[in-house]
């Protein structure tokens, strides 16, 4: 008999604590969590952990009326210890280790003009366009919130960014027709996790792609955005309106100092080559005609400019002089390719036609005067986030040229 009543007090505690646990700890980048292919059982384990839960509940409720009277004060003491943890552990799952409540999404976004504008100017924006207004998210902001829902020129507009895996995307939250609230689920392989409020479906916010759900095999569709400095931004768009901080979340901007400045590989003492490629190292990624390839950040950072092929696209793939801003351009004018380098004003020049055109892909002088390349988009990404995501992704490694697919598995 006493084993029986022990072993309904504890089956209920194992209801009421381990499901939460491990969903705790498969959604949030514990050592190892994220390696694991889980998110299936992330998403299902959801939905019956208050199932579960309760009927630990029923259990224990059953113990105390039937049983617990019965045991010696230590065994009373022993089990109203385990119960009190039992509570410590719902704030851990429930509050401490929950994503949406962690990283809180600004109630309000509120926005300035450049004139009234408090955010600094060599900020990291995520800068969006449409319908003639344009708007800038700076990075320190989207890296703590994860995702501002928003307008811009009237079309709903959702601006995600993951800090795990140093990206950005920007999708329209219109799915079959009816407008989307989103919220942060978690984390798997290290890439945020977001989930619509009709559907509950789990969204991986590097790809858009639907990984569980209702919509499974769906993706939300992406718009085009840039990330530059903001005084680059300015440059191109004077009108813009820009997010500012908001007030509540100050200390949680603050952690993110220098996020964009400084790559992981320079923070690393050990680390004797600088050169080397690590899970957090720095690429541009692009993806034409549904082939990835990824450029070296380091050496893009010294090269500047490289004239390269993607797919039969001739490319343009550019980082300004603030070494931060960076661009991506399909370079064929008129049905011919056209090859570039810096000239000593640091503008874009051609070698065809010795026009020169400025950062945002215009012709201002010369015989192409007033043609305009056409973006390709681009993102910037930890190595280890965009070798997942596009696991056949070549990749520009300097002057050496390495581009083979096979040698990726040797890089880290």
């Known amino acids: ?64 009326f039937k049983y617990y009277a019965k045991n010696t004060f230590k065994q009373k003491v022993t089990k109203a210890s385990v119960f009190v943890l039992c509570v410590g552990s719902f704030y851990i799952t429930d509050y401490m280790y929950k994503a949406e409540t962690m990283f809180k999404e600004t109630a309000k976004p509120g926005f300035a003009t450049g004139l009234s ?15 003639g207004v344009a ?18 020129g009237n079309k709903p507009v959702l601006i995600t960014y993951c800090t795990m895996c140093r990206t950005g995307r920007v999708y329209s939250p219109v799915i079959n027709g009816v407008r989307q609230n989103f919220r942060l689920v978690g984390a798997r392989h290290y890439n945020a996790i977001i989930e619509d409020e009709s559907t509950k479906t789990w969204w991986y916010q590097a790809t858009g792609n639907a990984a569980v759900g209702q919509l499974k095999g769906q993706h939300l569709s992406e718009l085009p955005y840039e990330q ?20 509540l979340y100050t200390a949680d901007y603050a952690d993110l100092k220098n996020y964009d400045r400084v790559q992981a590989i320079d923070k690393d003492s050990t680390q004797k080559n600088k050169d080397s490629l690590i899970r957090k190292s720095w690429v541009i990624g692009v993806i034409v005609n549904g082939q990835a390839k990824a450029y070296n950040w380091r050496h893009m950072h010294i090269k500047r400019v490289l004239n390269d092929e993607v797919n039969h696209t001739p490319l343009l793939i550019g980082i300004e002089k603030d070494s931060l801003s960076y661009h991506a351009w ?28 400025d950062w945002d892909g215009l012709c201002i002088s010369g015989p192409q005067k007033g043609e305009r390349l056409t973006k390709v988009q681009a993102y910037q990404e930890y190595w280890h986030s965009w070798k997942h995501f596009h696991p056949k992704t070549t990749f520009w490694k300097g002057e050496s040229g390495l581009e083979q697919t096979a040698f990726l598995d040797m890089l880290l």
């Open 1 to 64: 008999m006493k084993w029986n009543s022990a072993k309904v007090f504890w089956i209920g505690i194992v209801l009421l604590v381990v499901p939460g646990l491990v969903h705790a700890y498969l959604l949030m980048p514990f050592p190892g969590s994220q390696d694991l292919n889980a998110i299936t059982v992330c998403y299902y384990l959801e939905k019956v952990i208050m199932p579960l839960r309760l009927i630990g509940l029923l259990f224990i409720v059953w113990y105390l």
């Open 117 to 131: 504008n408090h955010v600094p100017l060599n900020y990291l924006v995520i800068g969006v366009v449409n319908n």
């Open 135 to 152: 708007k800038a998210y700076p990075l320190i902001y989207l890296g703590y919130h994860h995702k501002v829902q928003d307008e811009v």
């Open 228 to 247: 530059l400095t903001l005084a680059s931004w300015l440059q191109k768009h004077p009108e813009t309106l820009i997010l500012q901080p908001d007030k």
């Open 330 to 357: 399909n370079t064929m004018v008129k049905g011919k390719a056209l090859h570039f380098k810096l000239d000593t004003n640091g503008m874009l020049t051609d070698d065809e036609t010795s026009s020169v055109w």
